[in-house]
Every structure is written in C-alpha cells, then in structure tokens.
C-alpha cells in the first residue's frame, strides 16, 4: 500500500511499507521529538543541557506520565531538565494534542551506561592483548 492510501480499517492510513506501529510508540517518538526540539532553544539560555541528546520517551498507557530518558556528558543535565520540567511540559502541550499532557521525569538511558561499560571491557581486552598479558 502506497503513503497516503487509505485502508479499509477507519480509514486511517498506513505507513510506507503497510506496517502499522503502535500507537504508544507514535505518541514517544513525537514526545521525543517535541523535547529534542524545546532542549535545544533552552540549551541557548542554559549551558548545561548543550551536550544532552535526548534518547527515548517512555509514556505511561494512559499518558499521565512519561519518563524522559538522555544521555548526557556532564552531571548538571539532569538538574537543568528538573528545573525546565514545566516549560517542557507545556510545550509538549502546545505542540502535541492529546487528551492529557503527560508529567514529565527525567532519567539517564540504561543502555548509554551498559553501552560505555561494554567499550571499557573491550578497551582493556584489547589492552591486556597488545601488552600480553
């Protein structure tokens, strides 16, 4: 089915491909996207969340409440996201129209961890190959 054809369910359409996503994470990825954009004009007035990316958005089903996970070089991020949490949550009410606008919380990714864990592991393997020991 081609972009923008209608299928014989509601007449919703269909992505490319005739894949259908789920509607819980449509709503985290547009959520992801409005943070991205509002943290980088708020990065301009705070310099603590210049080095922040925003990785996921993981909204509760019945939108009361998402978490906000980002990876981040330095530990003031956090802070400088706690301290904009309203401004965002507006934001995410103005730019994205659902029944509730979710409470917003804040949280390192896991995977950014595990990730920079695995590479130190694989550093020193390396390491201990080249000295021989």
Request: no cysteine; aromatic share 2%; glycine share 8%.
């Given at each position: 089915?081609s972009?923008g054809?209608?299928?014989?369910?509601?007449?919703?359409?269909?992505?490319?491909?005739?894949?259908?996503y789920?509607?819980s994470?449509?709503?985290?990825?547009?959520l992801?996207?409005?943070?991205?954009?509002?943290?980088?004009?708020?990065?301009?007035?705070?310099?603590?969340?210049g080095?922040?990316?925003v990785t996921?958005?993981?909204?509760?089903?019945?939108?009361?409440?998402?978490?906000?996970?980002?990876?981040?070089?330095?530990?003031?991020?956090?802070?400088?996201?706690?301290?904009?949490?309203?401004?965002?949550?507006?934001?995410?009410g103005?730019?994205?129209?659902?029944?509730?606008?979710?409470?917003?919380?804040?949280?390192?990714?896991?995977?950014?961890?595990?990730?920079?864990?695995?590479?130190?592991?694989?550093?020193?393997?390396?390491r201990?190959?080249?000295?021989?020991t």
């Open positions: 089915m972009p054809r209608r299928d014989r369910s509601g007449g919703r359409s269909q992505p490319a491909g005739g894949r259908r789920p509607r994470a449509r709503v985290n990825e547009v992801r996207e409005v943070l991205a954009e509002e943290i980088e004009r708020l990065a301009e007035l705070d310099t603590r969340l080095l922040l990316t996921a958005v993981q909204a509760d089903p019945d939108l009361r409440r998402a978490t906000v996970l980002f990876a981040a070089l330095g530990d003031e991020a956090a802070e400088a996201l706690g301290e904009a949490r309203v401004r965002l949550q507006a934001a995410v103005r730019q994205v129209h659902l029944k509730r606008t979710p409470r917003l919380a804040f949280g390192a990714d896991p995977a950014v961890a595990a990730g920079q864990r695995i590479e130190d592991i694989l550093r020193d393997l390396h201990r190959d080249r000295d021989g």
